[in-house]
């Protein structure tokens, strides 16, 4: 199992920055790929970016130049650096963790509205 919380959501301004954390806890070891997902309203959830346990990274291309995925040397967090924040980037946003043998565990989300 792992357990996965989200923070650091909240209201910013457009052009603003916000920097959400993914407390990660139970099989950490056991992780090899840690996402960030996000979901707006009526809108399906959509992969923001991610990163493997030997550190690679990838992003959405809409969020690439304005977004960056990281970690502590822990494994324990997961973090997303989020600038030049827009409207558009609205959403409930969630981080996923990925097991072998397909399996997956999710956060509860943390809340992000950018203001225009």
């Known amino acids: 199992q792992v357990q996965l919380v989200e923070s650091g959501g909240g209201l910013v301004q457009a052009g603003g920055s916000l920097s959400l954390s993914c407390a990660v806890s139970?099989?950490?070891?056991?992780?090899?790929?840690m996402d960030w997902y996000r979901q707006a309203p009526g809108k399906e959830r959509e992969l923001v970016a991610s990163i493997t346990n030997g550190g690679a990274t990838n992003y959405a291309d809409a969020m690439k130049d304005r977004f960056t995925i990281s970690r502590n040397s822990a494994k324990d967090t997961v973090y997303l650096q989020m600038n030049s924040l827009k409207p558009e980037d609205t959403a409930v946003y969630y981080c996923?963790?990925?097991?072998?043998?397909?399996?997956?565990?999710w956060g509860q989300g943390t809340q992000v509205t950018v203001s225009s």
């Open positions: 996923r963790a990925r097991l072998p043998l397909s399996r997956t565990f």
């Open positions: 139970g099989r950490i070891f056991d992780i090899s790929i």
